[in-house]
């Protein structure tokens, strides 16, 4: 997604740049990302980050002519500092640099918090409400909780707050009422159809007789089951946490949402990045030492319509871009 947005956001585009530019992607995804921006540049080297390994796997097939120029990983974005820390011998070998606690520092750092279409695409891992698959909706199929146990095992009352919390609106209550009396469900067809009757009932009862939306009933639910399977807001809050410490100086950090949730999340981390603490905001200077860096993207960079057109899960992808102050450092392994 956003796809020739990301290049001219994170592309190399200043003078007196280091001989090599280092990358972290850290939702490798289907890779399409990291290919389009190694092949803008031979001074790009990058570090890949996945936490699906059939995600990694793949990647590695379609980028194989950049072996040398990449570092593969696998973990949950939320382990960033553990994970970089495993990897440092491969990553000071492709030229990352350094700083003086250890932390390798990143030019370019990209994350799409958004499903792979190979994931979606993958029945058997139940991320479609449109295809015939197990309730399952983990992107590392390592971990132990899936949406079976959540839709079939957990309680009314924790049920109903997972879909709350994973933005469902009013209607919350209706789907697990209709759930609840369902169980067990076992395919995901089955409860996107729960999930359709849920919505048809509530409408009836309400009195609605206006057009029907065009987004499916059960699309708010199984974003809000997959957000809880992969506890993706903690996830993202942990890596907010970690970041700044691995973007260089003068580095570009960009991250592609595609629901309010984790797009809130981000704007607001960005945004607190750009000003300095509340105790000196008032005080001479306004504390300019200690903001990190610049919120570049005032508004979320959308797609454009022929992206949309070509593929229509773009529609509600939206990018933000922060970038750190200071000049580039020095790409040199230590």
């Known amino acids: 997604m956003l796809i020739e947005e990301v290049v001219r956001w994170l592309g190399i585009e200043r003078e007196g740049l280091p001989r090599r530019f280092a990358l972290l992607d850290c939702t ?6 990291v290919k389009r921006l190694l092949a803008s540049d031979q001074r790009f080297v990058a570090a890949v980050l ?7 796997q793949r990647a590695q097939i379609a980028l194989g002519n950049e072996v040398n120029r990449l570092c593969f990983m696998i973990g949950n974005f939320a382990e960033l500092k553990t994970i970089l820390a495993g990897y440092r011998t491969r990553l000071a070998g492709l030229g990352v640099a350094f700083d003086r606690q250890g932390a390798p520092q990143f030019d370019r750092i990209l994350v799409d918090l958004g499903i792979s279409s190979d994931q979606l695409d993958a029945a058997e891992r139940g991320f479609s409400f449109a295809k015939e698959g197990a309730l399952d909706m983990r ?46 469900v076992r395919s995901t067809l089955e409860l996107a159809e729960i999930c359709r009757k ?9 009195g609605k007789t206006g057009p029907v939306k065009k987004q499916h009933p059960a699309t708010v639910v199984f ?32 991250m592609i949402s595609f629901h309010s949730l984790e797009d809130q999340l981000v704007a607001r981390a960005m945004r607190a ?20 860096g610049e919120l570049l993207t005032k508004k979320a960079v959308v797609p454009q319509a022929a992206e949309v057109a ?25």
């Open 50 to 56: 996945d936490q699906d390994p059939s995600a990694v």
């Open 28 to 33: 490798l995804g289907g890779g399409g990302h």
């Open 223 to 254: 974003q809000a089951l997959r957000i809880a399977v992969n506890q993706e807001l903690q996830s993202l809050s942990s890596f907010l946490a970690q970041v700044l410490a691995v973007l260089a100086p003068g580095g570009r950090l960009a």
């Open 273 to 292: 990045w750009s000003q300095p603490p509340v105790e000196v905001r008032n005080l001479p200077q306004s504390g300019l030492l200690s903001v990190p």
């Open 139 to 184: 992107m590392n199929p390592g971990t132990l909780l899936t949406a079976d146990e959540i839709v079939n095992k957990w309680p009314a009352g924790r049920l109903l707050a997972v879909l709350r919390e994973g933005g469902v609106g009013a209607g919350a209550s209706a789907f697990v009422r209709e759930i609840v009396k369902k169980r067990p």
């Open 198 to 206: 849920a919505s048809v009932a509530q409408r009836r009862r309400a």
């Open 310 to 334: 070509a593929n229509v899960r773009a529609r509600s992808a939206r990018m933000r871009v922060f970038e750190r102050f200071g000049a580039v450092c020095p790409v040199e392994g230590v």
